[in-house]
């Protein structure tokens, strides 16, 4: 449904901004880059590089050495990758940030263990005779080495547990607590890194190494504790209600003190913790449902695990703590002239915010909400008053998926082909920044179909709702 009524005061929409040659992105992944590269020079200051390998016993020596550098150059970048440093989600965005810090994550494992089993066949070959002998004391009587190990062992449960497999059958705030051991287990093989690294023992390489530890250590105690906490404190947000949407889902409003200090846009997400009894403590990521105001913040929140489902019971005066804002899923990003929003789901929560408030005029902005059933078309009424009032383009799409590597529901007259659907859906979508949001693998659904449509991919920003 389509209405054109003018656009209040402040809604104009701003002329496209013209994108910077190199962005802060472009400076932190250069800075990521290059302090595996200082890794690997190192290396080669210290051990020779090539020349360290001429031998088995002298390469296996070499070689574990480098891949533990690189491990740890590697965990202390995961560290600082998720420490919710404003400037770098900022640039990068917590979804990238995300699937950045996993596959480090996984490189840096691999790399550990690579390290681990080097080492062990280095001593096995110099004492073959006695080879339990020299394992026992490579994993457990020399130098500070039963804490690597057993922070070697965190850490691999950390991985284990972030595997898709096993993370279906772990509820999120399971999973975060596991995750957490991650810290436990980076500090456990330090002591031993100082010990016994060969690069720690001159004074300049002592240095690069506490300056980067001390770094990732500052900025986690910042970001994810102190700013937080002052911002919690300051704020004085509480409960306002509690309102049920849908079975399994509700909208919480959360009233505070200058909440306009924060500078939040729609479309980004707080971790929330609700202070209403014993599991306060996990934190959880919502997504703003409304505009933000100066003395409101709205979420609406389904039923997903133990922390989302205590937020039905939420009652009025309850204290809230908050981490963020974040996400770069924002009207800032704009620079064309159309906005098409797709969302599935709950999925549809940072969309209603964003049309709520974002610059457009009536007829430039297009919604697609795909639900399976009608008792989960979460928000419908309000959507439906958004289109009237700004001149939106509202298309619901109720029924199951097509197929599993589809985006379409089932129930409509649709072509076959994704791309074919969104192109008579939206016919200029190759001009349209599109705002996509719900489970990943639909996004990756809706990315593919419209990248076939002609939209570029620096004009889609993606939000996903899993974890």
Known sequence: MTQSTPLAPGHRKPPPPRPPLVTSADVLGALAILSAVAVIALWVMNQGGPASLTTLDRAMGSLGLLTGLL??????????????????????????????HRWIGFASFWLMIAHVILFALERVSRQPQ??????????????????????????????????????????????????????????????????????????WTRLYWWALYGFAFAVTVLYRLAWPAWRSL????????????????????????????????????????????PGWSRGNPYTLS???????????????????????????????????????????????????????????????ALLEDSPYEPGEATLLYRYSHDQHAVLANELRDLAARRGI??????????????????????????????TALVPDVARCDIYACGPPHWLTAVRKAARRAGAHRNHFYTEEFGW
Do not use: C
Not at 149 to 175: D, F, M, P, Q
Not at 299 to 313: L, N, P, Q, W, Y
Not at 328 to 342: D, G, N, S
Not at 409 to 418: G, I, K
């Open 130 to 203: 006695t080879a339990l002998d020299a394992l026992t004391r490579v994993f457990i009587t020399d130098s500070w080495m039963v804490f690597a190990t057993v922070g070697t062992l965190l850490l691999i449960l950390v991985v284990v547990t972030s595997l898709r497999a096993a993370r279906r059958k772990l509820r999120y705030e399971s999973w975060h607590l596991l995750h957490l051991y991650s810290y436990a287990g980076i500090a456990a093989t330090f002591p031993h890194t100082l010990g016994d690294g060969a690069d720690f023992h001159q004074e």
């Open 234 to 277: 300051y704020h004085r947000m509480r409960v306002e209600s509690a309102v049920a949407e849908a079975p399994g889902v509700v909208t919480v409003t959360v009233a505070g003190h200058r909440l306009d200090k924060m500078k939040t846009a729609s479309g980004q997400f707080f971790i929330w913790r609700f202070l209403d009894g």
């Open 393 to 422: 383009e509202l298309i619901f799409l109720p029924g199951p998926r097509r197929a599993d590597n589809s985006w379409q529901s089932a129930d409509l007259n649709h072509p076959a082909d994704d791309a074919q659907a969104l």
């Open 290 to 352: 409304a505009a933000p105001t100066s003395e409101r913040l709205r979420v609406t929140i389904k039923a997903a695990g133990d922390g989302s489902e205590r937020a039905a019971r939420l009652t009025p005066g309850t204290r809230v703590l908050i981490e963020g804002p974040y996400g770069t899923f924002t009207a800032r990003q704009r620079t064309q002239p159309r906005m098409l929003l797709i969302g599935a789901g709950i999925g549809i929560t940072p969309l209603r």
């Open 71 to 100: 491990a740890s150059d590697l965990m202390i970048l995961q560290v600082v990758l998720l420490a919710r440093i404003p400037w770098l989600e900022n640039a990068w965005g917590h979804d990238l940030l995300t699937r950045r």
